[in-house]
């Protein structure tokens, strides 16, 4: 029960998040809506520690490698992910960045030496039909200066920034760097890159006027960010990176169920389509055949017996 609570705490939050960066966009600049949200979830992270008395001293070396989560994983990112969403729903964004679990697969392989199974490649060649189909409509008339394909772009862009930061955080775990040390340092880190980017960027430090603005930035900072973070890890700990990874292939659903209420996500036929191929070939990579023919053999069972008349 434990472990469905969190699962399902997971994938509601990190679904709606997406819509809740809908108004975050327009009236105050990017980099500083994120410099808020970071030094917000940072203080919130530092305070925890305090209160729990959480070890937090780490070697140089190690704080090189977590000042590089920050970068990938706390900022940049996320920088390119808002941009994104100034050219799509938050529904398309959010299918599109489930290719996570594709580059997260290529990437282990590149820098870990990780074997990729064939179910891998299946999955894999379902999820970029799928986006194709999901692009169908703007790629039919193929622009580069068309909105859907910069938007697609700069989320696959983001997508892989978010990748490489689950990479430099597999080698701190190596390295006996705790999740909640990595993500107190890294949030940070973060926090100080934006700051930096904002100030060399002239951008101004403005503040938004709609309530919707400050209520969305509290969610984004306190459950996008903060308490999302420590259910996913927490599930990981408890049942396992694989079976936890299924969050990404769930939090879509929820994305494009609010964005079709509230955004006026209109469905195509090429929509739904590429929409089932990104999440069957998610499914595919993370179920392996033996569970799959498990599943089947039962089936079979029952097919196979006489029918009667």
Request: proline residues 3%; hydrophobic residues 55%; contains cysteine.
């Amino acid at each position: 029960m434990k472990n469905t609570l969190l699962y399902l705490t997971t994938v509601l939050i990190w679904g709606t998040t997406w819509f809740a960066i809908e108004f975050q966009l327009g009236e105050v600049a990017v980099e500083i809506s994120l410099f808020y949200r970071f030094a917000l979830a940072a203080i919130l992270m530092w305070g925890f520690c305090w209160w729990k008395k959480v070890p937090l001293a780490l070697s140089l070396r190690n704080h090189s490698f977590i000042f590089l989560l920050g970068l990938l994983n706390f900022s940049m990112n996320y920088l390119v992910l808002y941009w994104a969403q100034n050219y799509l729903t938050s529904a398309m964004t959010s299918i599109a960045f489930s290719t996570l679990l594709l580059m997260n697969i290529v990437n282990t392989r590149i820098f870990f030496g990780k074997p990729i199974a064939g179910r891998i490649i299946i999955g894999a060649l379902l999820g970029i039909i799928g986006i194709i189909a999901l692009f169908w409509q703007d790629l039919q008339d193929f622009n580069i200066s068309s909105t859907a394909i910069i938007g697609l772009m700069l989320t696959l862009f983001g997508t892989f920034l978010a990748s490489l930061g689950n990479m430099v955080s597999v080698r701190n775990t190596a390295n006996k760097i705790s999740v909640i040390q990595g993500n107190t340092w890294g949030m940070l880190y973060g926090t100080i890159a934006l700051l930096i980017y904002a100030l060399i960027n002239g951008s101004e430090f403005t503040f938004a006027s709609q309530t919707s603005y400050w209520v969305s930035l509290l969610y984004l900072s306190l459950f996008g960010t903060v308490f999302a973070f420590a259910c996913y890890f927490m599930l990981f700990q408890n049942i396992g990176p694989e079976k936890a990874s299924y969050v990404i292939v769930l939090f879509p659903l929820v994305a494009v169920v609010f964005s079709t209420l509230y955004e006026g996500f209109v469905w195509h036929q090429s929509t739904i389509l590429g929409f089932i191929l990104v999440l069957s070939g998610n499914a595919i990579v993370l179920t392996p055949f033996e569970k799959i023919l498990r599943l089947i053999k039962p089936v079979a069972k029952v097919d196979s017996s006489p029918h009667q008349p």
